[in-house]
């Protein structure tokens, strides 16, 4: 299928490549260069995933994500620098989706993409069966089991509530912040050494290795994901 | 500036003279005492004049054994010239016997009372001077501009009070005697001159081994200047000039050295303070200069990075393809010095508080493990973690840096076949968490161990592909541990051929205790 994506990146030699990349991999590209713009294609053109640059000259990002999702759920996928992890928490918290690292390589990208892709199928499809797996990983959301490799796997109800909101985001980036509200509720605060400590326990046995994690994986700084393949 | 400083103790008559004035004034005395005999005044009137005269000359000669000496004689001289039998020391009226003693006592009590209250006149009023002369030496060293001027009013001071030759010599910062030191020679001629300074090195040692308030030589008394961070250097008085027996004198030299070392410490801590001032803004400029070009760099490298990546994927000539692969090859490499600088301008910038949290270290090697196989995904790289979980307060991209320079130098020296490895250990005993990372790589070459963390040291083997960029990678993993109050070692690997890096990081008084978990299966 020959999916709109469209890219707000006002470095031309960047937008060049997110450009080539993509329609390497047959998508078709629209592309904008600063915020204003962006949030008028997003609306005028059939707009299915946004690859958005937090860095645009004429508007914070966190206002360009805001402003198209009062009208739209396409998945939006940020930009942004290393060391900016306050603005990638920013704009996740706003409703962006995923974010790239600069610099980024077009696996990575297509990566992206590709779980965005799923997302929209996901939205398409609603929550339709009352499970959901990934790889090895089973969850039954009806019986609220956890199931390693066919085997029934022993979670609280702590581990399993965080598991399930993992497998309700599969391959999406949530933050601490949003992890620890969905768990603990808004008013607990930020501190994070709790949400730590039961990643770790969960992660003891999820994983084969816990400081080499092939399901959810640590986003330093920002959040968690869990890895759909 | 000599004007006000100078002696204002009266001294003591010379040993001839006293004997002179004494005689005089017993002379004196028995001249009156003659008159009054003479006019037929009863004798009383005469023991009162010696009595006086007694006075005098203890006075006057500042001496009490002349008023001893002269008590004793003044009652001999009464005895024979006027009592009864007269030219005789034979006495007709016994009540004369008490008239002599009680003449000797009073004239040995007034000598000794009169000795006594000059000796505390002459102690109190050279205290005074003492400390005047101190007070104006210190006041004139508040006003000095800089080090030359403070040598040369200590110099003035300590000559014109204690009338000596007297020398200002500096060390300087490194505790090195300086080469020259300004000199100033003792009334009449009062010269001032720069005298070289002869065995510099021993007499530096000599300094500083010093148990004893001074140091003598040959020709000079050596006093230390001592400051809050060492020798300053030392004040040198002519040993003709003064007598080192004199508590009181040696005393006062103490003060003026002290006064002189608070100038000196003083001045030397403002300079230092103004230059470190300098230095930290120009750091600072530094830093954000080459923060913003940084940041700046990483724009087009994203671009070069991935065009390169999608050319690599069009090429069918393995020419192309090399050539392509080292284009990004070293964008990869100029990403990963930008990444380094970037952090070493942070911790620079946040160098009284890194934003430590307790973080697990096992998602931060997860974390960094991903992030090395995006560059080299042919490595596999093994972990070692204890069961137990445990939280280290640490700031974790600055840990995950570390983590990844410390891999990207082992993958460096080690084939892909072979085993990089993080091997990590509680220890609750010291209280903190050990992480090595090992390779069975070439090893590090013994004249290059001590210099590994150096900055911008490369080995210099003829090897500049492989040393390139290692240099600020360690030196910046240094500079993170150490900022974390852990510490870092490089060493070959005892049990087979390789390099192992290990480095700590302290939990000490966090309150984060381990916690089991059971696996769940």
């Given at each position: 299928?020959n999916?709109n994506i469209?890219t707000?990146?006002?470095?031309?030699?960047?937008?060049?490549?997110?450009?080539?990349?993509?329609?390497h991999e047959?998508?078709?590209c629209?592309?904008a260069?600063?915020g204003?713009?962006?949030?008028?294609k997003?609306?005028e053109e059939?707009?299915?995933?946004?690859?958005l640059?937090?860095g645009?000259p004429?508007?914070?990002?966190k206002e360009?994500?805001r402003?198209?999702?009062?009208?739209?759920?396409?998945?939006i996928?940020?930009?942004?620098?290393?060391?900016?992890?306050?603005e990638k928490i920013a704009?996740?918290?706003?409703g962006?989706?995923?974010?790239?690292?600069k610099?980024?390589?077009?696996?990575?990208?297509?990566?992206?993409?590709r779980?965005?892709e799923?997302?929209?199928?996901?939205?398409?499809?609603q929550?339709?069966?009352?499970?959901?797996?990934?790889r090895e990983?089973?969850?039954d959301?009806?019986k609220r089991?956890?199931?390693?490799a066919?085997?029934?796997?022993?979670?609280t109800p702590?581990?399993y509530?965080l598991?399930?909101?993992?497998?309700?985001?599969i391959?999406?980036?949530?933050?601490?912040?949003?992890?620890i509200?969905?768990?603990?509720g808004k008013?607990?605060?930020?501190?994070?050494?709790?949400l730590r400590?039961?990643?770790?326990g969960?992660?003891?046995?999820?994983?084969?290795?816990p400081?080499?994690?092939?399901y959810i994986?640590t986003?330093i700084?920002?959040?968690?994901?869990?890895l759909?393949q | 500036m000599?004007?006000?400083i100078?002696p204002?103790v009266?001294?003591?008559?010379?040993r001839?003279?006293?004997?002179?004035?004494?005689?005089?004034?017993?002379a004196g005395?028995?001249f009156v005492?003659?008159?009054?005999?003479?006019?037929?005044?009863?004798?009383?009137?005469v023991?009162?004049?010696y009595?006086l005269a007694i006075?005098l000359i203890?006075w006057?000669t500042?001496?009490f054994?002349y008023?001893l000496?002269f008590?004793?004689?003044?009652?001999f001289t009464?005895n024979?010239?006027?009592?009864?039998?007269r030219?005789?020391?034979s006495?007709?009226?016994?009540?004369?016997?008490?008239t002599?003693v009680?003449m000797?006592?009073?004239?040995?009590i007034t000598?000794?009372?009169?000795?006594?209250?000059?000796?505390?006149?002459?102690?109190a009023q050279?205290?005074?001077?003492?400390?005047?002369?101190?007070?104006?030496?210190?006041?004139?060293?508040t006003?000095?501009?800089?080090?030359?001027?403070?040598?040369?009013i200590?110099?003035?001071?300590?000559?014109?009070v204690?009338?000596?030759s007297v020398?200002?010599?500096?060390f300087?910062?490194?505790g090195?005697?300086?080469?020259?030191?300004?000199?100033r020679?003792?009334?009449?001629?009062q010269?001032?001159?720069r005298?070289?300074?002869?065995?510099?090195?021993?007499?530096?040692?000599?300094?500083?081994?010093l148990?004893?308030p001074?140091?003598e030589?040959?020709?000079?008394?050596?006093?230390?200047?001592?400051g809050?961070?060492?020798?300053?250097?030392i004040?040198?008085?002519?040993?003709?000039?003064?007598?080192i027996?004199?508590?009181?004198?040696?005393?006062?030299?103490?003060?003026?050295?002290?006064?002189v070392?608070m100038a000196?410490?003083r001045?030397?801590?403002?300079?230092?303070?103004i230059?470190?001032?300098?230095?930290?803004?120009?750091?600072?400029?530094r830093?954000?200069?080459?923060r913003?070009?940084?940041?700046?760099?990483r724009?087009?490298?994203?671009?070069i990075?991935g065009?390169?990546?999608?050319l690599l994927?069009?090429?069918?000539?393995?020419?192309a393809i090399d050539l392509?692969r080292?284009?990004?090859?070293d964008a990869?490499w100029?990403?990963s010095?930008?990444e380094?600088?970037?952090n070493?301008t942070?911790?620079?910038?946040e160098e009284?508080?890194?934003k430590?949290?307790p973080?697990?270290?096992e998602e931060?090697?997860?974390?960094?493990?991903?992030?090395?196989?995006?560059h080299?995904?042919?490595?596999d790289?093994d972990v070692?973690?204890?069961e137990?979980?445990l939280?280290?307060?640490?700031d974790?991209k600055l840990?995950?840096?570390?983590?990844?320079?410390?891999?990207?130098n082992?993958i460096?020296h080690?084939?892909?076949?072979?085993?990089?490895?993080?091997?990590v250990?509680n220890?609750?005993?010291?209280r903190?968490?050990?992480?090595?990372?090992?390779?069975?790589?070439?090893g590090?070459?013994e004249?290059?161990?001590p210099y590994?963390?150096?900055?911008?040291?490369?080995?210099?083997?003829?090897k500049?592909?492989?040393?390139r960029?290692?240099?600020?990678?360690?030196?910046?993993?240094e500079?993170?541990?150490?900022?974390?109050g852990?510490?870092i070692?490089a060493?070959n690997?005892?049990?087979?051929?390789?390099?192992e890096?290990?480095?700590t990081?302290?939990?000490?008084g966090?309150?984060?205790?381990?916690?089991?978990f059971?696996r769940?299966?």
């Amino acid at each position: 299928m020959n999916q709109n994506i469209l890219t707000a990146e006002d470095d031309l030699q960047i937008q060049s490549f997110i450009d080539y990349a993509l329609k390497h991999e047959g998508y078709s590209c629209i592309t904008a260069s600063n915020g204003e713009e962006a949030i008028r294609k997003a609306r005028e053109e059939n707009t299915a995933i946004m690859i958005l640059d937090l860095g645009l000259p004429d508007m914070d990002g966190k206002e360009v994500i805001r402003t198209v999702r009062l009208e739209s759920q396409m998945p939006i996928i940020v930009v942004s620098a290393r060391d900016r992890e306050s603005e990638k928490i920013a704009a996740l918290d706003a409703g962006a989706d995923d974010y790239l690292t600069k610099p980024f390589s077009a696996t990575e990208l297509m990566a992206r993409i590709r779980v965005a892709e799923r997302h929209l199928k996901n939205q398409i499809r609603q929550e339709d069966s009352g499970g959901s797996e990934v790889r090895e990983l089973r969850i039954d959301l009806n019986k609220r089991l956890v199931y390693l490799a066919e085997k029934e796997l022993h979670v609280t109800p702590m581990e399993y509530q965080l598991l399930e909101y993992f497998f309700q985001n599969i391959g999406k980036v949530l933050t601490t912040k949003s992890i620890i509200e969905v768990l603990w509720g808004k008013g607990y605060g930020s501190d994070t050494q709790a949400l730590r400590s039961l990643m770790a326990g969960l992660r003891r046995k999820i994983e084969k290795n816990p400081a080499k994690p092939e399901y959810i994986i640590t986003e330093i700084g920002v959040g968690y994901r869990l890895l759909d393949q | 500036m000599s004007d006000n400083i100078g002696p204002a103790v009266s001294r003591k008559p010379g040993r001839f003279t006293a004997l002179l004035i004494s005689l005089g004034i017993f002379a004196g005395a028995s001249f009156v005492g003659y008159l009054f005999h003479i006019m037929g005044f009863p004798d009383t009137n005469v023991v009162v004049v010696y009595l006086l005269a007694i006075l005098l000359i203890v006075w006057s000669t500042k001496r009490f054994l002349y008023g001893l000496f002269f008590s004793v004689a003044t009652t001999f001289t009464f005895n024979y010239f006027f009592s009864e039998p007269r030219f005789t020391l034979s006495v007709n009226d016994p009540n004369y016997y008490i008239t002599f003693v009680t003449m000797l006592v009073t004239a040995l009590i007034t000598s000794i009372l009169t000795s006594r209250i000059q000796r505390e006149a002459h102690h109190a009023q050279k205290k005074e001077s003492e400390i005047r002369a101190i007070n104006n030496l210190t006041n004139h060293l508040t006003d000095a501009r800089d080090a030359e001027e403070i040598a040369d009013i200590a110099v003035r001071s300590i000559g014109d009070v204690l009338e000596v030759s007297v020398g200002c010599l500096y060390f300087d910062e490194t505790g090195n005697p300086e080469n020259t030191y300004i000199f100033r020679t003792k009334r009449p001629e009062q010269r001032e001159l720069r005298r070289r300074t002869e065995k510099a090195e021993e007499l530096r040692w000599r300094i500083n081994e010093l148990r004893t308030p001074y140091d003598e030589t040959d020709e000079f008394y050596d006093f230390p200047l001592y400051g809050k961070d060492g020798t300053l250097g030392i004040i040198r008085i002519a040993r003709e000039d003064i007598d080192i027996e004199d508590r009181d004198l040696q005393e006062l030299i103490h003060s003026m050295v002290d006064s002189v070392a608070m100038a000196v410490d003083r001045f030397r801590f403002i300079r230092q303070e103004i230059h470190s001032r300098e230095e930290i803004v120009k750091e600072r400029y530094r830093a954000n200069l080459l923060r913003a070009i940084s940041h700046d760099i990483r724009t087009p490298l994203t671009g070069i990075i991935g065009t390169s990546e999608i050319l690599l994927g069009k090429q069918k000539d393995p020419e192309a393809i090399d050539l392509t692969r080292r284009i990004q090859s070293d964008a990869q490499w100029l990403h990963s010095m930008v990444e380094n600088i970037l952090n070493l301008t942070r911790i620079q910038d946040e160098e009284l508080e890194l934003k430590k949290q307790p973080e697990a270290l096992e998602e931060i090697i997860g974390s960094a493990i991903e992030r090395v196989r995006g560059h080299a995904p042919q490595y596999d790289i093994d972990v070692e973690f204890p069961e137990e979980f445990l939280l280290v307060p640490m700031d974790a991209k600055l840990i995950e840096q570390v983590l990844i320079n410390l891999m990207d130098n082992a993958i460096k020296h080690t084939p892909p076949d072979r085993q990089i490895r993080i091997l990590v250990e509680n220890d609750s005993k010291a209280r903190l968490q050990r992480i090595r990372v090992q390779d069975e790589g070439d090893g590090i070459s013994e004249e290059d161990l001590p210099y590994i963390f150096e900055k911008f040291y490369t080995s210099g083997s003829n090897k500049p592909y492989f040393a390139r960029g290692v240099g600020l990678g360690l030196a910046i993993c240094e500079t993170i541990i150490h900022a974390h109050g852990g510490t870092i070692h490089a060493r070959n690997r005892a049990d087979k051929q390789g390099a192992e890096f290990e480095f700590t990081l302290p939990y000490g008084g966090e309150t984060y205790e381990p916690e089991h978990f059971d696996r769940g299966r």
